[in-house]
C-alpha cells in the first residue's frame, strides 16, 4: 500500500499514531464508485480480469452505484460492461454525457458547439493526425490506413478500427450532423507537433483540453470534464462528494480524482494523478481496481 500524504489533516481520512506513523481511516462510506477503463479498469489486453468482475459485482450487490467514467464514447464501452447486470449508468466521453441506460435517457449533457468542434479540427489539421469527433455516442474518424505510427499498443489500433465510423470529409460531418458535438480529439504521429498545437488550443480557445495518452488532444466544451459529471450524478442520486470514490490513472481522471471524496490512483498512472489522490493502488495489469474496492468498500 502506498499513502500520499498531501491530505494528512484530513481525519476522515487519516490519523497519525503515537509512533507518528500515517494510517487509513477505513470507516468511510463509499456509496458510489467512478471507474476510468484504458490504464485502470482494462488490463493492457483490454480486458477485465475474472476476479475483477466478481469484485464489480460484489460491490454492486452491496448497493453500491458503480459506473465507468471513461473518455470513450459510448460505442466504445465494451458491451459486457455495458450490459453488466446492476451497472445501470455509464460517464462518457470525459463527462460530455452522462447516462441512465437502464431508461435509455441521458442524465447530463455538455457539447461542445459546431463552430468550436470545427476550429479545433483546423488546427489537427495542420499535423499529421488521426482526427476524430465523437457525436451522440459514436466516433468518426478521418483515416482508416497507417494507424501503427499513431498507436504503440496494437490493441488500440484495432479497438479504434472496430469502434469509429470513418469518413472521407470531416467537415461534412461536423455541418450534417444536428446539435453540438460530445468531444474532438486527435492523436499525434511526433510530440513536437502535439506540443504545438497544445498551445495552440490554449491560445486560441477557451475550451478545456486534456489527453489519455501521451501523444492525444481531447478536447471537450469549456468546463467539462469527468469530476464535476461525476459529482453532478451524485447530486440526482443524492451521494455526497464524501460518498464517492474514483480510479483513475491519465490526465483526463486528474479532476475526478481530486474532486471527489476518495481519489485512487493507479500505479501505473501519471504523476500528476497520483500528487493528487488520496490512495495510490496496484496496477491495471494486477487488479488494481479489486484491490481499492476491497479495502475501501467490501471490508
Known amino acids: 500500500m502506498i499513502i500520499n500524504n498531501k491530505r494528512e489533516n484530513n481525519q476522515n481520512l487519516l490519523t497519525i499514531n503515537m509512533h507518528g506513523v500515517v494510517k487509513f481511516n477505513?470507516?468511510?462510506?463509499?456509496?458510489?464508485?467512478?471507474?476510468?477503463?484504458?490504464?485502470?479498469?482494462?488490463?493492457?489486453?483490454?480486458?477485465?480480469?475474472?476476479?475483477?468482475?466478481?469484485?464489480?459485482?460484489?460491490?454492486?450487490?452491496?448497493?453500491?452505484?458503480?459506473?465507468?467514467?471513461?473518455?470513450?464514447?459510448?460505442?466504445?464501452?465494451?458491451?459486457?460492461?455495458?450490459?453488466?447486470?446492476?451497472?445501470?449508468?455509464?460517464?462518457?466521453?470525459?463527462?460530455?454525457?452522462?447516462?441512465d441506460q437502464q431508461l435509455d435517457k441521458i442524465l447530463c449533457e455538455r457539447l461542445l458547439?459546431?463552430?468550436?468542434?470545427?476550429?479545433?479540427?483546423?488546427?489537427?489539421?495542420?499535423?499529421?493526425?488521426?482526427?476524430?469527433?465523437?457525436?451522440?455516442?459514436?466516433?468518426?474518424?478521418?483515416?482508416?490506413?497507417?494507424?501503427?505510427?499513431?498507436?504503440?499498443?496494437?490493441?488500440?489500433?484495432d479497438y479504434t478500427l472496430a469502434t469509429r465510423k470513418p469518413v472521407d470529409n470531416m467537415k461534412e460531418v461536423i455541418h450534417q450532423l444536428p446539435r453540438g458535438f460530445d468531444k474532438v480529439r486527435a492523436v499525434f504521429s511526433r510530440p513536437s507537433d502535439r506540443a504545438e498545437a497544445w498551445q495552440m488550443i490554449h491560445r486560441e480557445t477557451d475550451l478545456t483540453a486534456t489527453n489519455a495518452?501521451?501523444?492525444?488532444?481531447?478536447?471537450?466544451?469549456?468546463?467539462?470534464?469527468?469530476?464535476?459529471?461525476?459529482?453532478?450524478?451524485?447530486?440526482?442520486?443524492?451521494?455526497?462528494?464524501?460518498?464517492?470514490?474514483?480510479c483513475g490513472d491519465g490526465m483526463n481522471d486528474l479532476e475526478m480524482i481530486s474532486q471527489v471524496g476518495l481519489g485512487v490512483a493507479m500505479e501505473n498512472g501519471i504523476k500528476e494523478v497520483k500528487l493528487a489522490a488520496e490512495y495510490i493502488t496496484d496496477t491495471n495489469d494486477n487488479e488494481g481496481v479489486a484491490k481499492a474496492i476491497e479495502m475501501f468498500v467490501l471490508n
Open 113 to 157: 458547439a459546431p463552430k468550436d468542434a470545427e476550429k479545433v479540427l483546423d488546427i489537427f489539421a495542420e499535423y499529421d493526425t488521426l482526427r476524430e469527433v465523437f457525436h451522440d455516442g459514436n466516433g468518426y474518424m478521418d483515416r482508416t490506413e497507417g494507424l501503427e505510427r499513431f498507436f504503440d499498443n496494437p490493441l488500440m489500433k
Open 26 to 99: 477505513m470507516k468511510r462510506k463509499i456509496k458510489m464508485i467512478g471507474l476510468d477503463l484504458d490504464g485502470t479498469l482494462l488490463n493492457e489486453q483490454k480486458k477485465v480480469s475474472p476476479h475483477t468482475w466478481d469484485i464489480l459485482s460484489a460491490a454492486l450487490e452491496k448497493g453500491v452505484t458503480v459506473l465507468v467514467a471513461t473518455g470513450r464514447p459510448l460505442a466504445g464501452v465494451p458491451s459486457e460492461l455495458r450490459q453488466f447486470p446492476g451497472m445501470r449508468y455509464v460517464l462518457t466521453a470525459n463527462g460530455a454525457r452522462v447516462i
Open 213 to 246: 495518452i501521451s501523444n492525444d488532444i481531447e478536447v471537450n466544451r469549456a468546463g467539462v470534464n469527468k469530476g464535476s459529471a461525476l459529482l453532478q450524478l451524485g447530486e440526482l442520486l443524492g451521494i455526497r462528494r464524501e460518498e464517492i470514490m474514483a
